[in-house]
């Protein structure tokens, strides 16, 4: 009698309820990292979901002969003979070669790098280890947690916060998957999988890691808060969460059987997707931490400068007048005096301006989403070797001071010279961008209604050699930036003013 492929053979072979956890990871990655758009994550997801299967099917493959001499796999298509070995792998390739196309021509090619590393190693390094060494464990951690990059990088990450989350979800599949060792142990050995359970048979090794490594995942599960891309709010979450975790393995410590090893592992699957679910919800609401980030918050910006972008008035700003330099562009009124520090520790003033195109930000080094974005725009455009200077002025100059700047700038490998950043008091900075730029920024100081205290722009302001701004670009805006470039250079072709007027 000739075994069935059914629906149960199906699931067998692509093992759905991984297939939907690496779904959610790879989502959460794409999330945490708040993009404008999200016209990539059906790609993303889709993507993902047929490489998932492929890399389970090709492990199926490889695994064969060790999946017929074990209880628990024995049910699989190729042990059954529901399927063929040549079915199996044709169609395994056909899903893989589907999923990376979509993921490369939908999601980018950073996104098709992290999902060929992930598949690469699962396949190629982690499989084959299972047979040989029991630090398997450790090296197929690293393509369970690429996913969330795959995803963050889909939307233009990943940032500060996509790493953090990828570190918890690598250190999260320690203590779940050494459970499942531990519950398993006789069948693994069986197999011939060498795991750490085998070399461990009373587990009196992993009782006393079992919560280390849970406490490990409670430390990680905070670097959002420290990083300041979420709220405390979601720390004491992922804290009560992790609380109960870490239960399960001290229970686990103390009596380690069968029962409190799945113990261990039902309190891991409940764990990992509350706390993803916990620190994407806060993530994207906690406009008071990542302001700059929210749309709700840019958006306010824009309503400023709707229209002066395109030579309409920004509020608070003088009347836009045409100055006769032959340009063409608005003038949005010279920037005040003003005196803030240098990331070289020096005064700037208003006369370092002179003489020069400046393009001009407001960003803060702690920032998790779109002051990375802002400055990756800035560095493309030197590259390109415009003939402009680049200002970042920050609107955290608590925590911002000209050696945090200049860490902030090597980052991107900006030049001294031609990318300067500026800290000073909360209230010089305020004053030189509501009145100097008459761009929305909170720089820490008194709360306003309706704004976080750190809030900043999301426009460039571009200011011409006598100190004049004369235009507003959205970072985001391809066409915005593409008319950047055309007005650096007609400012660039204005002869410098006179120093004696």
């Given at each position: 009698?000739?075994?069935?492929?059914d629906?149960?053979?199906?699931?067998a072979?692509i093992?759905?309820?991984?297939?939907?956890?690496?779904?959610?990871?790879?989502?959460?990655?794409?999330?945490?990292?708040?993009?404008?758009s999200?016209?990539?994550?059906?790609?993303?997801?889709?993507?993902?979901l047929?490489?998932?299967?492929?890399?389970?099917?090709?492990n199926?493959?490889?695994?064969?002969?060790?999946?017929?001499?074990?209880?628990r796999?024995r049910?699989?298509?190729?042990v059954?003979?529901?399927?063929?070995?040549?079915?199996v792998?044709?169609?395994?390739?056909?899903?893989?070669?589907?999923?990376?196309l979509?993921?490369g021509?939908?999601a980018?090619?950073?996104?098709?790098?992290?999902?060929?590393?992930?598949?690469?190693?699962?396949?190629?390094?982690?499989?084959?280890l299972k047979?040989?060494?029991?630090?398997n464990?450790w090296?197929?951690?690293?393509?369970?947690a690429l996913?969330?990059?795959?995803?963050?990088?889909?939307a233009?990450?990943p940032?500060p916060v996509?790493?953090?989350a990828?570190?918890?979800?690598?250190?999260?599949?320690?203590?779940h998957?050494?459970a499942?060792?531990?519950?398993?142990?006789?069948?693994?050995?069986?197999?011939g999988m060498?795991?750490?359970?085998?070399?461990?048979?009373?587990?009196?090794?992993?009782?006393?890691?079992?919560?280390?490594?849970?406490?490990?995942?409670?430390?990680?599960?905070l670097?959002?808060?420290?990083?300041?891309s979420?709220?405390p709010?979601?720390?004491?979450?992922?804290?009560?969460?992790?609380?109960?975790?870490?239960?399960?393995?001290?229970?686990?410590?103390?009596?380690?059987?069968?029962?409190?090893?799945?113990?261990?592992?039902?309190?891991s699957?409940?764990?990992?997707?509350l706390v993803?679910?916990?620190?994407?919800?806060d993530?994207?609401c906690?406009t008071?931490?990542?302001?700059e980030?929210c749309e709700?918050?840019v958006?306010?910006?824009?309503d400023?400068?709707?229209?002066?972008s395109?030579?309409?008035?920004a509020?608070n700003a003088?009347?836009?007048a045409?100055?006769i330099?032959?340009?063409?562009?608005p003038?949005h009124?010279?920037?005040?005096?003003?005196?803030?520090?240098?990331?070289d520790?020096q005064?700037?003033?208003?006369?370092?301006?002179?003489?020069?195109v400046?393009?001009?930000?407001?960003?803060f080094?702690?920032?998790?989403?779109?002051?990375?974005?802002?400055?990756?725009a800035?560095?493309?455009?030197?590259?390109?070797?415009?003939?402009t200077?680049?200002?970042?002025?920050?609107?955290?100059?608590?925590?911002d001071?000209?050696?945090?700047?200049?860490?902030?700038?090597?980052?991107?490998?900006?030049?001294?010279?031609?990318?300067r950043?500026?800290t000073?008091?909360?209230?010089d900075?305020?004053?030189l961008?509501?009145?100097?730029?008459s761009?929305?920024?909170?720089?820490?100081?008194?709360?306003?209604?309706?704004?976080p205290?750190?809030?900043?722009?999301?426009?460039f302001?571009?200011?011409g050699?006598?100190?004049?701004?004369?235009g507003?670009y959205d970072y985001?805006?391809?066409?915005?930036l593409?008319?950047?470039r055309?007005?650096?250079?007609?400012?660039?072709?204005?002869?410098?003013?006179?120093?004696?007027g």
């Amino acid at each position: 009698m000739v075994a069935r492929f059914d629906r149960a053979s199906l699931a067998a072979l692509i093992r759905p309820r991984i297939a939907l956890l690496v779904l959610v990871v790879t989502a959460v990655g794409y999330l945490l990292e708040r993009p404008a758009s999200y016209a990539a994550l059906p790609w993303v997801v889709l993507g993902t979901l047929f490489v998932a299967a492929a890399g389970c099917a090709l492990n199926h493959f490889l695994e064969r002969d060790a999946d017929a001499l074990m209880k628990r796999t024995r049910t699989r298509p190729l042990v059954t003979g529901a399927l063929t070995e040549r079915q199996v792998v044709i169609g395994s390739l056909l899903s893989l070669a589907a999923g990376l196309l979509m993921i490369g021509l939908g999601a980018g090619i950073g996104a098709l790098a992290y999902q060929a590393a992930a598949i690469t190693i699962y396949l190629a390094i982690y499989t084959p280890l299972k047979q040989h060494t029991v630090s398997n464990t450790w090296i197929g951690a690293i393509p369970g947690a690429l996913p969330l990059l795959v995803g963050a990088a889909a939307a233009g990450g990943p940032t500060p916060v996509a790493w953090a989350a990828f570190g918890l979800v690598f250190l999260w599949q320690l203590p779940h998957f050494f459970a499942i060792a531990s519950m398993y142990r006789e069948e693994y050995a069986s197999g011939g999988m060498r795991m750490l359970s085998g070399d461990d048979p009373d587990d009196s090794l992993l009782r006393w890691q079992m919560p280390l490594l849970v406490m490990c995942v409670m430390l990680v599960s905070l670097l959002p808060v420290i990083l300041g891309s979420a709220r405390p709010l979601y720390g004491l979450a992922a804290l009560g969460l992790g609380a109960l975790f870490l239960l399960a393995a001290f229970a686990f410590y103390a009596r380690p059987d069968r029962v409190r090893a799945r113990q261990v592992v039902v309190a891991s699957v409940i764990y990992l997707p509350l706390v993803l679910l916990a620190l994407t919800l806060d993530v994207a609401c906690a406009t008071h931490v990542e302001p700059e980030a929210c749309e709700d918050c840019v958006s306010i910006g824009d309503d400023h400068l709707e229209g002066a972008s395109h030579g309409a008035m920004a509020v608070n700003a003088p009347q836009v007048a045409e100055l006769i330099d032959g340009t063409g562009l608005p003038d949005h009124g010279q920037v005040p005096e003003f005196s803030l520090v240098g990331d070289d520790g020096q005064a700037f003033t208003r006369s370092d301006l002179g003489g020069d195109v400046w393009v001009v930000d407001f960003i803060f080094t702690r920032c998790a989403v779109t002051c990375g974005q802002m400055s990756d725009a800035y560095a493309l455009l030197m590259q390109e070797g415009l003939e402009t200077r680049f200002l970042s002025v920050t609107v955290d100059p608590r925590n911002d001071g000209p050696q945090e700047l200049t860490a902030y700038r090597s980052k991107w490998n900006g030049d001294a010279e031609e990318w300067r950043l500026l800290t000073g008091t909360s209230r010089d900075i305020q004053h030189l961008a509501e009145v100097g730029f008459s761009l929305p920024v909170n720089a820490g100081t008194e709360p306003v209604a309706g704004m976080p205290p750190l809030f900043h722009s999301g426009k460039f302001a571009l200011v011409g050699k006598n100190a004049h701004v004369r235009g507003y670009y959205d970072y985001r805006d391809e066409l915005d930036l593409k008319r950047l470039r055309e007005d650096i250079a007609k400012l660039a072709a204005v002869p410098s003013p006179d120093p004696q007027g």
